[in-house]
């Protein structure tokens, strides 16, 4: 029952173009959305995050926007660089536990 | 100066075996986690205490023992090591409990032979 779902296992951007991350999830008592990157033989790397009063949080080159009626969201990335190049991790808070459940990632590979 | 520490990096042992991984936090969180990615890729929470305090306990065998000594540490214990233990633990740790930013340590490969 995987209530996070990264559908794109992976995706191949070439530097300094837009990269486009998606995340789905089913539950809508989830109310607190994360992004987390991941390097090989690393632990995730907390990006951006964003709360379900807002539709859209911008830090520097990261931007996640939130569609609650689609139950969707997004990461944008602008402009890509070969150093984004990793594993990214969409992850939920909701209801009445403290859980953080995660989607199963996608690979992202920017190309010089 | 690194924020989550996790020993071993990597543990190979037999099956049956009892073995421990510890984790450390110098960020003052007083929550920390511990979870499992298989082979899937798949993040998956396991524990949780709050200053001390177990407050999340998933579907986990009894085989896994976590201890909390103190807000900064919290270990793993496995009792009786199976081949389906064999996956990456990340320790975790966040300000708080509710709505938080959670920290993670770089994992152990834990390999079952």
């Known amino acids: 029952d995987q209530q996070v779902k990264q559908n794109s296992p992976s995706l191949s951007v070439q530097e300094g173009r837009i990269s486009i991350l998606n995340c789905d999830y089913t539950?809508?008592?989830?109310?607190?959305f994360l992004w987390y990157k991941k390097y090989p033989a690393e632990g995730p790397t907390f990006l951006i995050s964003i709360s379900s009063i807002k539709d859209k949080n911008e830090d520097g080159r990261f931007t996640v926007f939130l569609n609650k009626s689609a139950k969707h969201l997004s990461l944008h990335i602008v402009p890509s660089q070969p150093g984004d190049s990793a594993v990214y991790f969409c992850a939920s808070y909701g209801g009445a536990t403290n859980k953080l459940i995660f989607g199963t990632g996608t690979l992202l590979a920017v190309q010089p | 100066d690194t924020a989550v520490s996790q020993t071993p990096k990597y543990l190979v042992t037999q099956m049956g075996n009892d073995k421990s991984i510890k984790c450390e936090q110098n960020l003052g969180h007083d929550t920390m986690y511990w979870y499992k990615q298989d082979s899937k890729k798949f993040l998956k929470i396991m524990f949780s205490?709050?200053?001390?305090?177990?407050?999340i306990n998933e579907t986990v065998p009894n085989r896994f023992s976590p201890k909390s000594p103190d807000k900064a540490h919290l270990n793993l214990h496995i009792n009786s090591l199976e081949l389906g233990d064999s996956a990456v633990y990340f320790c975790?740790?966040?300000?708080?409990?509710?709505?938080?930013?959670?920290?993670f340590g770089d994992g152990t490969r834990l390999s079952i032979l």
């Open positions: 205490y709050n200053n001390k305090e177990l407050i």
């Open positions: 539950n809508s008592m989830f109310d607190y």
């Open positions: 975790a740790s966040s300000r708080g409990r509710v709505r938080q930013p959670q920290h």
